[in-house]
Nanobody, 120 residues
Framework: QVQLVESGGGLVQPGGSLRLSCAAS????????MGWYRQAPGKQRELVAA???????NYVDSVKGRFTISRDNAKNTVYLQMNSLKPEDTAVYYC??????????????WGQGTQVTVSS
């Protein structure tokens, strides 16, 4: 069984920083793309940042220059470094992994979510 476990959320003042981590564990053959999504109250879930197995990245415009996604393939872990945080970054952040269990399949897996609150 595959699990994605997130950590690193919390309360931070505007302009502050947080680092989110997400570790994938279980019966995993390979991991393709990994990413971070967020969902604010009353809003749809949106892709914040994604990274391929080769290290190519993409970001939603609102976080470019402030957030950095990275991954450690040996640890099946993806990170999101968030700097210059703004109140509008407040949301539940979810980790996502597009991975294969057998080598012949491909599925999306999600973490349980971690709350990020930016407030003074």
């Amino acid at each position: 069984q595959v699990q994605l476990v997130e950590s690193g959320g919390g309360l931070v003042q505007p302009g502050g920083s947080l680092r989110l981590s997400c570790a994938a564990s279980g019966s995993i053959f390979s991991i393709n793309a990994m990413g971070w999504y967020r969902q604010a109250p009353g809003k749809q879930r949106e892709l914040v940042a994604a990274i391929t197995s080769g290290g190519s990245t993409n970001y939603v415009d609102s976080v470019k220059g402030r957030f950095t996604i990275s991954r450690d393939n040996a640890k099946n872990t993806v990170y999101l470094q968030m700097n210059s945080l703004k109140p509008e970054d407040t949301a539940v952040y979810y980790c996502n992994a597009d991975l294969s269990v057998t080598g012949w399949d491909e599925s999306d897996f999600w973490g349980q979510g971690t709350q990020v609150t930016v407030s003074s």
